[in-house]
Every structure is written in C-alpha cells, then in structure tokens.
Nanobody, 118 residues
Framework: QLQLVESGGGLVQPGGSLRLSCAVS????????IGWFRQAPGKKREGVSC????????YYADSVKGRFTISRDNAKKTVYLQMNSMTTDDTAVYYC???????????WGQGTQVTVSS
C-alpha cells in the first residue's frame, strides 16, 4: 500500500519557478520509480519526468527538458520537481505516480494545480 501526496502548486508568472513535492508513505522509494505527469485542459495526461532507482536514468519530456529537474530526498521520502522558466503551456494539474518495475502505474496522487499566467 502506497500513498502519494502532491503539494507546491499555485499561480506563477511566465518565466517564474515553482517546486512541486510528492510525499510518499507506506513503502520505500527504492521499491518504485516515482514519476511526474500532467494533464492540461483538453489534452491527454502526459509523462513529464521520472527518476528510476533501478537503472539510474533520469527522463524528461522534450517539452520540459532543460527547464525542469527531478530530485529526491530518501530520508524524507519525498520526490521533487523543480520547474523553471515556466510558460503558459505548463499550466496543468500535476500528478506524481508510483510505477512498478514492469512499467505499470501502481498508485496516483490526487494532483496539484499549476497555473502560469500574468
């Protein structure tokens, strides 16, 4: 059993920054890949970034590469998404998710709203 709770969303101006947090309880971060997803109005949910403990790889969607950074604090059991140089296209509900070794999503957080607007 795993619980994921996102926080840190809100309103930010274009060019600004936000840091999202995903607090994990019920299991070790070592047992899952924790990824960030987002869903904008009228669009499909898309993967944003993930940090795989098994292969050590860090992955980013092309749309956020160079602007977003994923990191973790194992002691706090928290995964972060630092978002810089934000644009209106980054407006979405952001979700963290626990992904199994076989690539299936086992658990979703409830999401946090991010709005980029002047």
């Amino acid at each position: 059993q795993l619980q994921l709770v996102e926080s840190g969303g809100g309103l930010v101006q274009p060019g600004g920054s936000l840091r999202l947090s995903c607090a994990v309880s019920g299991a070790s971060l070592d047992y899952y890949t924790i990824g960030w997803f987002r869903q904008a109005p009228g669009k499909k949910r898309e993967g944003v970034s993930c940090d795989s403990s098994s292969d050590g790889g860090v992955y980013y969607a092309d749309s956020v590469k160079g602007r977003f950074t994923i990191s973790r604090d194992n002691a706090k059991k928290t995964v972060y998404l630092q978002m810089n140089s934000m644009t209106t296209d980054d407006t979405a509900v952001y979700y963290c998710a626990a992904v199994t070794a076989r690539g299936t999503v086992a658990y979703w957080g409830q999401g946090t709203q991010v709005t980029v607007s002047s």
